[in-house]
């Protein structure tokens, strides 16, 4: 089992910054990638960015160079650095957490609300 929690979301105008956090805990060891993922009001929620063990990212088109993921060496802390923020950013962040042994398992977060708007 792993526990995960969100926080630093908020209101920001348009063009700003946030950095959100994720903190997990339990088996974290276990863990074999984490990201972040986002759902807008009547829409499917989508991955924003991940980062494997080996330090692998990878971002929706969407955020490519504005984004930017990061992790601690233990898994306990994952980042998410928003910067040149959009309307369309708008949506709840989760924070996700897989294990791969002979499935794959994936824990959430319960989710951090980004608004962005003037």
């Known amino acids: 089992q792993v526990q995960l929690v969100e926080s630093g979301g908020g209101l920001v105008q348009p063009g700003g910054s946030l950095r959100l956090s994720c903190e997990a805990s339990g088996s974290i060891s276990r863990i074999g990638s984490m990201g972040w993922y986002r759902q807008a009001p009547g829409k499917q929620r989508e991955l924003v960015a991940s980062?494997?063990?080996?330090?692998?990212?990878n971002y929706v088109d969407s955020v490519k160079g504005r984004f930017t993921i990061s992790r601690d060496n233990a898994w306990k802390m994952v980042y998410l650095q928003m910067n040149s923020l959009k309307p369309e950013d708008t949506a709840v962040y989760y924070c996700?957490?897989?294990?791969?042994?002979?499935?794959?398992?994936?824990?959430w977060g319960q989710g951090t609300q980004v608004t962005v708007s003037s």
């Open positions: 980062i494997t063990g080996g330090g692998v990212t």
């Open positions: 996700n957490a897989r294990i791969i042994s002979r499935t794959t398992t994936d824990y």
